[in-house]
Structures are given as structure tokens and as C-alpha cells.
């Protein structure tokens, strides 16, 4: 079967040659390639750009996998999602989850292997890589013999590429619970249901970095299921977590139990309201946590974004004893770090508070950003002082 073909404009070309994995279907030229084809690319003159996989639906048309002439397919796959392993040995550490796999950033678009214990998760999120999903368990399979494989591809951008939202078992089994050790405390993790695969593997690195500042009294604001508090709990006198979500404190109170944690109190309340009733109240924490889902999911939300951050923080700084420490989180894309800066900076102002950044952080190193694709660094976590 001949293999198809698409032409690219120059602008697509440029774009390719600056390092990004994408070209918006603008910039294609012309095509003979299916749903879901691995591609070949050329520029108007013909010149050979690599091999990607090929949308017909989604405004991201082309993903690019390689610039090499070199066949795509299982070996190809197989070596790719080896080398991403490789890399993880070198920077993950005191953690049975981690991010295995992380799409363009491991030059492997569209993928997503997480790793839970001895369980992995999957998500192919666009037509090529649904087309490649039996290739990807039998790899994964081979290369890490899980107990089960499980594909959590409920997420909406399934639907740009025209995909079902669909959540089932590949291979192997995997239990409602599986307990997963993260910086040493066991945490309980739900891969059919919980958020993203199952847990914020994003924030694990960000946990631990916490532990060093923590002390006193602690407010924790987001917590889901405990991720920062019960990471903290040794260090602290007294933490209050609270999130909105019933199920959530549920497992975080078993995550509780489970550590022999005594000095965490989960309470369901919403973080607006307590942050403002704590103001008015003028309680005094030694350190907040802010880590709110995002609140810019596209461009035309930004306003309204940068006004929540800017009144979690506000009333958050305010809250700080002297010495306190606020460690605040963003995982909006849309949100730049600078911009970031400049919104806590005038909630700082507003507060008067003299505040110095003690760590700019991002997503773990399991997550990894490439350097030309900005698209894949997208969580910002900064720990401030007030002095
Ligand atoms: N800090 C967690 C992840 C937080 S995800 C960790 O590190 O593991 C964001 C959480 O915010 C979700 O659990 C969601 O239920 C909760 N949430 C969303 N809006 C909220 C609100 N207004 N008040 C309190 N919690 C909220």
C-alpha cells in the first residue's frame, strides 16, 4: 500500500523547523492521507520533512514523529517508549507513580503512559495514536509487564479528533483501588474514575519540595486527596484541608488513616468562601497552599482567570503571619509564568506585603517540557515568603 502524503506550506515548514511537533491544517497544502495515517511530509518543493501522524478533524492536523526517512512502526514506537523510560531512572525517585510517557514532550504526541504500582494507564488522544493502541499495550506489555492496562480516554480533546470518550480495561486486570507510595506516604489512587489518570503526578515533586518550608499552623486549600497536606503532616503542627469535593476528602481521609496521620483535618467547603471568612476573621496561617484547578481552560477565560488567582492570592497573602510561607500553584496554560508573577506581585500590593520568591517551580521532571514546544510546560509553582 503506498503510503500517504501530505504537502505543507512554508509557514507549516518554518514552524516545523523552530522545533514545534504541530501543523494547523491551514498549512496543509494538500493530502491523499486517512483518519488516523502515518504520513509523509514534504514542503511545496517537495522536500522530505519527516513522518507524523495525520487528523482529519482537529485543527492540529499534523504531529510530527520524526524528521529522520526512517520507517514508523512497532520498532520505532518501541524504541521511542524505551528511551522515555530510560530518562525517568534518572529523575524519578521515592515515587511508585510517575508519568511514563508525556506526549510531545517525549516526542511520542498524543501519548500518555502513567505508571501506578505495577498498573499502567493509558491515553491516545488523537486519531493516530488511537490507531496505534494495540501497538502501544503489546510494547508496554513487553517492556514492563504490567498487571493490568487500563485506557482512561475520557478526556474532552478525544472529541476534536472525532474519537468516543471511553474508559476500559486493554489487558490484565486492574482493582477499583490500587496504593501507590509517593514521597513515602501511601496514597490510594483510582484509575477508572479519579482526576486525570488517578492522581496529580504533576504536583509530586512540588509535595516534597513543600516539606522544607512547612511548619505551624497550615492551610491547604485545594487538597483533592491530601496530596500536599499529608506530604507535609511530619512538619507541621495543625493542617486544615479543605476541597469541594465530598469523594475526594473521602479518600484523603483514608490516605490519612492509611500514614497513621493525626493532625490533618479534610473539610468539604469551598476555598473562596473559607479564604474570605479567614480574612474577615483575621486568622493567621504559617503557610498556605493554593492549588486550584485551572481556571483559564482557553484564551477567552483569561480575564476571568487572572481576577479568581488574583483574589485566592490576595486573601492568601493575607493570611500569612509574618515569615509565612504561600506556596501557589497555576495549571493553566494560558497563564504564563510572568503573567503569574505580575498578578501575585499586585495581589502582594494590594495586601501590602513585602513578599520574596523563594522557589519558581514547574510541573515533576516526569512531565517533562520541550524546550521548543511551549505548549508542553503548563503547571507553575511558586513558593513565597512574606517577610
Ligand atoms: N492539590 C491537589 C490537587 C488539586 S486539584 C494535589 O496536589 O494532589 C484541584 C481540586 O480543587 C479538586 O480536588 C477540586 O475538587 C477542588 N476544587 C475546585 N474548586 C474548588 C473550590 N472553589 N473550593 C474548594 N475546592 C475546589
Known amino acids: 500500500m503506498a503510503e500517504s502524503h501530505v504537502v505543507i506550506s512554508q509557514r507549516g515548514a518554518e514552524r516545523l523547523r523552530s522545533g514545534h511537533l504541530w501543523v494547523y491544517r491551514s498549512d496543509v497544502r494538500s493530502s491523499d492521507a486517512a483518519a488516523g495515517d502515518i504520513v509523509r511530509l514534504t514542503d511545496d518543493h517537495g522536500n522530505f520533512l519527516g513522518r507524523a501522524f495525520y487528523s482529519d478533524r482537529s485543527q492540529i492536523t499534523i504531529r510530527l514523529l520524526t524528521r529522520e526517512d526512517v520507517p514508523v512502526d512497532r520498532a520505532f514506537f518501541l524504541a521511542r517508549i524505551r528511551s522515555a523510560a530510560e530518562n525517568r531512572k534518572r529523575v524519578v525517585?521515592?515515587?511508585?507513580?510517575?508519568?511514563?510517557?508525556?506526549?510531545?514532550?517525549?516526542?511520542?504526541?498524543?501519548?500518555?503512559?502513567?505508571?501506578?504500582?505495577?498498573?499502567?494507564?493509558?491515553?491516545?488522544?488523537?486519531?493516530g495514536a488511537e490507531r496505534m493502541k494495540d501497538d502501544f499495550v503489546s510494547i508496554l506489555t513487553e517492556l514492563f509487564s504490567?498487571?493490568?492496562?487500563?485506557?482512561?480516554?475520557?478526556?474532552?480533546?478525544?472529541?476534536?479528533?472525532?474519537?468516543p470518550r471511553r474508559v476500559s480495561l486493554l489487558t490484565g486486570e486492574v482493582p477499583p483501588e490500587i496504593e501507590a507510595r509517593r514521597n513515602g506516604i501511601r496514597f490510594l489512587h483510582d484509575l477508572h474514575k479519579g482526576q486525570k489518570t488517578g492522581g496529580f503526578l504533576d504536583q509530586r515533586?512540588?509535595?516534597?519540595a513543600a516539606i522544607t518550608y512547612a511548619s505551624g499552623e497550615v492551610l491547604d486549600c485545594f487538597t483533592?486527596?491530601?496530596?500536599?497536606?499529608?506530604t507535609i503532616a511530619s512538619r507541621a503542627a495543625q493542617i486544615e484541608a479543605i476541597d469541594m469535593s465530598l469523594a475526594a476528602l473521602e479518600v484523603a481521609r483514608r490516605n490519612q488513616e492509611l500514614n497513621g496521620i493525626g493532625n490533618v483535618t479534610f473539610r468539604e467547603?469551598?476555598?473562596?468562601?473559607?479564604?474570605?471568612?479567614?480574612?474577615?476573621?483575621?486568622?493567621?496561617?504559617?503557610?498556605?497552599?493554593?492549588?486550584?484547578?485551572?481556571?483559564?481552560?482557553n484564551r477567552e477565560s483569561l480575564a476571568a482567570a487572572v481576577?479568581?488567582?488574583?483574589?485566592?492570592?490576595?486573601?492568601?497573602?493575607?493570611?500569612?503571619?509574618?515569615?509565612?510561607?504561600?506556596?501557589?500553584?497555576?495549571?493553566s496554560y494560558h497563564i504564563s509564568e510572568s503573567l503569574f508573577l505580575q498578578l501575585i506581585a499586585e495581589a502582594a500590593n494590594d495586601a501590602r506585603r513585602s513578599v520574596q520568591i523563594v522557589e519558581r517551580r514547574t510541573q515533576s521532571r516526569d512531565h517533562p517540557i520541550l524546550l521548543t514546544m511551549p505548549e508542553t510546560?503548563?503547571?507553575?509553582?511558586?513558593i513565597?515568603?512574606?517577610i
Open 93 to 127: 525517585e521515592d515515587t511508585e507513580a510517575f508519568r511514563l510517557v508525556y506526549s510531545e514532550a517525549d516526542l511520542l504526541p498524543s501519548l500518555i503512559v502513567d505508571r501506578y504500582s505495577d498498573f499502567l494507564v493509558i491515553q491516545t488522544l488523537s486519531q
Open 146 to 163: 504490567p498487571r493490568g492496562i487500563l485506557e482512561r480516554n475520557d478526556p474532552r480533546v478525544r472529541d476534536l479528533e472525532g474519537l
Open 205 to 208: 515533586e512540588n509535595h516534597r
Open 224 to 230: 483533592y486527596q491530601g496530596g500536599f497536606a499529608l
Open 269 to 297: 467547603a469551598n476555598a473562596f468562601d473559607v479564604l474570605k471568612a479567614y480574612d474577615e476573621a483575621r486568622r493567621q496561617f504559617d503557610m498556605v497552599i493554593l492549588d486550584p484547578p485551572a481556571f483559564a481552560k
Open 307 to 331: 481576577r479568581g488567582y488574583k483574589e485566592i492570592n490576595l486573601r492568601a497573602l493575607k493570611l500569612l503571619k509574618p515569615g509565612g510561607c504561600l506556596i501557589t500553584c497555576s495549571c
Open 377 to 382: 510546560l503548563y503547571l507553575k509553582c511558586l
Open 384 to 386: 513565597l515568603m512574606a
